[in-house]
């Protein structure tokens, strides 16, 4: 059975738009309104598309449902790999006890509250969201600072604040990875082009963190060391970014700007120690040795080195030709013809060896003997990170697979008709598509997967390079991630604040607005004023390079010339 592609099922766009809403608005009410948990307003809007598709579309029933199914299997493989593998090497640090190590290295740093927020909230942060990602930076983060002493609401708020720049990476990269499946660009330029964005707000962050907590006069007594702390983040992010990938920015700028932060520290003391809190008698400088402190940290010191063996070309060539399959999904590949009248490829990547989640789950069982735990007490943490993650996996799985029937059915291809419609100006709204889609999920990997495919043919079609956009969707969605309710959540159970999540949501909000207009300047800046600083594709990485027009929103040829939908290609056709 094949089908043809449609963009306009009721001759009147207007009507075909507000039908291709209806998915995505159902989850703003289900989400804000009746405030659903993630994975059952998933559902429900997935049962929505499908009745769209179906029913409005014309879309075959079998189709619809394969392209549910090929979007969840890629959900399992790589995402639901990546970040369980992760959070499992997380779970074994914290079950060895080696965690409270690094919680008292990095607390014991310095004395004076200031200091403490920017190592805390933002440099420890940052790390924990390179690892674990998925709550666990504002949930651990904000029970130090409490454990510190601090008030709730002054630990859970900066926290929250914090935890912006390093979303746009996540955990291992994930948010990369899926924006990069979903809208047909390459991983390392849209890697590039987030590593030349973030680190402008890296750079403000620490700045931004210490006015709010103590005001402009008591933050410059310490604007040596916030300097020091904000440019070590931003040199380690662009640069692990542009020339090493999308797995790696968060992990390396959260240890570098911790090590340069405390090497600094050595040498340069502030005039007076601001310490509203006091350290529990456990936290001491040098409670630890040298041997303990890398010990501590040698779980994310052996995923740092297999990450990065991972990515070296031999080695990757030599993973890819002994573990590497791939399927064209049946009755779904080349069944689908795109308004330009071509087929539509099908096909999922099992890159089992080379996959990302390989070389973390393989660095999780080195940790184990590492950090002194058995085999058996390896096997009873991988049963409770599998339980831990089945909602989490769930909520993935069924937002991909409605992101993966979104596009096939051509109801994204709608929706990017109408923002095409904002012509030149669509660079500046790029950033806010992004930060309603993880106000609405809570993760910029969602919000990438339901999104990417729209910027990215939007952008094409007014004439703007997609890399723009799609990486504004990834930029914007990070500073959405604060004012998020399930990140807000996180924070009041982290900050015995349950009850009281208005006051962190009061908090945060007006700040996220602000970072988002930052942004949002930025990105039209990158799209028409310096568009030097864009990445562009070469010989060696133009794996599935976006396509560029030249052509502006009014040109009716553009829709039949250049909304090819592009399959996402797996991580292993990514550099």
């Known amino acids: 059975m094949t089908w043809n592609q449609i963009i306009d099922p009721f001759a009147s766009h207007f009507l075909s738009l507000v039908v291709a809403l209806l998915p995505i608005i159902f989850i703003f009410w289900a989400l804000i309104i009746l405030k659903m948990k993630g994975h059952e307003s998933g559902i429900l809007a997935l049962i929505i598309a499908l009745a769209i598709a179906i029913g409005i579309y014309r879309m075959p029933p079998s189709l619809a449902v394969l392209s549910v199914a090929h979007g969840a299997l890629y959900g399992l493989f790589p995402i639901c790999w990546i970040f369980f593998s992760a959070i499992l090497l997380f779970n074994i640090t914290v079950a060895s006890g080696k965690f409270e190590t690094i ?78 499946q979903v809208s047909g660009q390459t991983e390392l330029l849209l890697a590039r082009m987030v590593g030349r964005t973030m ?8 700045a931004y963190l210490t006015i709010l907590y103590v005001g402009f006069r008591l933050a410059r007594e310490v604007l040596p060391a916030i300097l020091v702390a904000g440019l070590s983040f931003a040199f380690f992010q662009f640069f692990v970014s542009n020339y090493l990938g999308p797995a790696l920015p968060d992990i390396v700028a959260g240890i570098g700007s911790i090590l340069a932060l405390w090497a600094f520290l050595r040498i340069w003391k502030p005039k007076k120690i601001l310490s509203r809190v006091k350290l529990p008698e456990d936290v001491v400088p040098g409670k630890y040795s040298l041997a303990q402190i890398l010990t501590a940290f040698a779980p994310f010191i052996t995923l740092t080195v297999i990450v990065i063996t991972w990515g070296l070309a031999p080695v990757k060539n030599w993973l890819n030709s002994n573990g590497y399959r791939e399927f064209p999904v049946p009755y779904l590949h080349n069944r689908i013809l795109n308004i330009d009248g071509k087929w539509i490829p099908q096909v999922f990547k099992l890159n089992f060896l080379s996959a990302a989640g390989t070389a973390i789950f393989i660095a999780s ?11 058996s007490d390896g096997m009873r943490i991988l049963y409770k990170t599998i339980r831990q993650l089945a909602i989490p996996i769930l909520t993935v799985v069924t937002i991909l697979g409605f992101a993966y029937l979104m596009n096939n059915s051509g109801m994204t291809l709608t929706i990017s008709k109408t923002l095409a419609d904002t012509g030149k100006w669509f660079p500046f709204f790029a950033p806010v598509l992004g930060w309603l889609g993880v106000f609405i999920t809570g993760s910029d990997t969602s919000s990438n997967a339901l999104f990417g495919k729209l910027q990215a043919v939007t952008a094409t079609g007014i004439g703007v390079n997609p890399v723009v956009t799609v990486s504004a969707n990834i930029s914007g969605g990070v500073v959405g991630k604060m004012v998020s309710p399930q990140s807000i959540a996180v924070a009041a159970a982290a900050g015995n604040l349950v009850g009281q999540e208005s006051t962190l949501f009061r908090y945060t909000i007006k700040h996220s607005l602000f970072m988002l207009c930052f942004i949002c300047c930025l990105v039209i800046i990158q799209a028409y004023v310096v568009k030097s ?15 560029m027009a030249t052509g502006s929103s009014s040109n009716k ?16 056709d990514s550099n």
């Open 199 to 206: 680190p402008l707000l890296s750079l403000i962050i620490p």
């Open 557 to 572: 040829e553009f829709w039949i010339s250049h909304s090819i939908w592009q399959h996402p290609r797996s991580t292993l």
């Open 103 to 180: 919680k008292n290295c990095i607390a014991s740093i310095s004395p004076d509250i200031r200091l403490q927020v920017i190592l805390i909230a933002f440099c420890f942060g940052s790390f924990l969201e390179g690892t674990a990602g998925f709550g666990a930076p504002v949930a651990i983060s904000a029970a130090i600072l409490c454990r510190l002493g601090m008030e709730p609401v002054h630990a859970a708020g900066p926290c929250l604040l914090a935890n912006t720049a390093p979303v746009a990476f996540g955990s291992i990269g994930i948010p990369i990875t899926v924006a990069s």
């Open 533 to 547: 600083a864009v990445p562009q594709n070469d010989a060696k990485n133009n794996l599935n390079p976006g396509r």
């Open 365 to 375: 069982a080195i940790s184990i003997p590492v950090v002194g735990l058995s085999i």
